[in-house]
């Protein structure tokens, strides 16, 4: 509970050309991925290219 994934952007005042999906949360398993601008100006192109992401998940421990 209290768990919530926003957009940040810009990253910092030192990467202000770059956004982030962010996960905050106590018990939160997250993927953040860091973009340009230019190459993902809209949150909907960002999730395009999030969407063509492969995850290996294969060290993920699923016995908790």
């Known amino acids: 509970m209290g768990d ?6 810009p990253v910092s005042d030192k990467y202000e050309d770059y956004q982030a999906l962010v996960a905050h949360g106590v018990k ?18 960002l999730k395009k290219g999030l969407d063509r992401t492969k995850i290996d998940d294969r060290g993920w421990n699923t016995d908790l």
Do not use: H, M
């Open 4 to 9: 919530r994934v926003e957009l940040q952007t």
């Open 28 to 45: 939160t398993a997250w993927i953040t991925d860091v973009a340009q601008l230019e190459d993902y100006p809209t949150l909907a192109k």
